[in-house]
T-cell receptor
Framework: EAQVTQNPRYLITVTGKKLTVTCSQNMNHEYMSWYRQDPGLGLRQIYYSMNVEVTDKGDVPEGYKVSRKEKRNFPLILESPSPNQTSLYFC??????????????FGEGSRLTVL | AQSVTQPDIHITVSEGASLELRCNYSYGATPYLFWYVQSPGQGLQLLLKYFSGDTLVQGIKGFEAEFKRSQSSFNLRKPSVHWSDAAEYFCAVVPDTGRRALTFGSGTRLQVQP
């Protein structure tokens, strides 16, 4: 089954404790991206990757890191989480980095709470 | 600044009634335009998209949207709403800025009354 898998789905952590949210897709997609969703703000892009070893900042990259060492995986790293990073996070992928197909495939989301 | 606006935060309709969700964008050229739906506890799913050509596009689940260049709008419509359509709906664009990203509106939450 074609899917984007995120882990963990739910996480409560404390300020400053490093964490990683994993994302994996099994569709051989070139493009992967991380978004955060906050009430009233819709989805805002954190980082994206057009292919292996090619990443770039989105609209709200501060406090986050990413890597793309393999085509299927695109982990999101919070080196020192802060309460303002409490949010619902989505990983998404698309067949072509040009987004010409238009369709992003989304994971089910990871709800992160930073105390 | 370039943006996508969904002016309605929350809409309530009765089951069987028609629906129109508004979306306006402010980009110079014609961007790629999309509507996504997010059911409770789920990720987003593509309903339909517009790139060029016929300005009325059909999507899944009986939805359609019309691109109107003069109004910079891409409104989503459905003739008869079902209770299962209750969800949050997001309009999105790929702007002509060179950055590879979908920019989303803030969303419209649809509630369906029996």
């Amino acid at each position: 089954e074609a899917q984007v898998t995120q882990n963990p789905r739910y996480l409560i952590t404390v300020t400053g404790k490093k964490l990683t949210v994993t994302c994996s897709q099994n569709m051989n997609h070139e493009y992967m991206s991380w978004y955060r969703q906050d009430p009233g703000l819709g989805l805002r892009q954190i980082y994206y990757s057009m292919n292996v070893e090619v990443t770039d900042k989105g609209d709200v990259p501060e406090g986050y890191k990413v890597s793309r060492k393999e085509k299927r995986n695109f982990p999101l790293i919070l080196e020192s989480p802060s309460p303002n990073q409490t949010s619902l996070y989505f990983c998404a992928s698309s067949l072509l980095f040009t987004l010409d197909t238009g369709e992003l495939f989304f994971g089910e989301g990871s709800r992160l709470t930073v105390l | 600044a370039q943006s996508v606006t969904q002016p309605d935060i929350h809409i309530t309709v009765s089951e069987g009634a028609s629906l129109e969700l508004r979306c306006n964008y402010s980009y110079g050229a014609t961007p790629y335009l999309f509507w996504y739906v997010q059911s409770p506890g789920q990720g987003l799913q593509l309903l339909l998209k517009y790139f060029s050509g016929d300005t009325l596009v059909q999507g899944i689940k009986g939805f359609e949207a019309e691109f109107k260049r003069s109004q910079s709008s891409f409104n989503l419509r459905k003739p008869s709403v079902h209770w299962s359509d209750a969800a949050e709906y997001f309009c999105a664009v790929v702007p002509d800025t060179g950055r590879r990203a979908l920019t989303f509106g803030s969303g419209t939450r649809l509630q369906v009354q029996p």
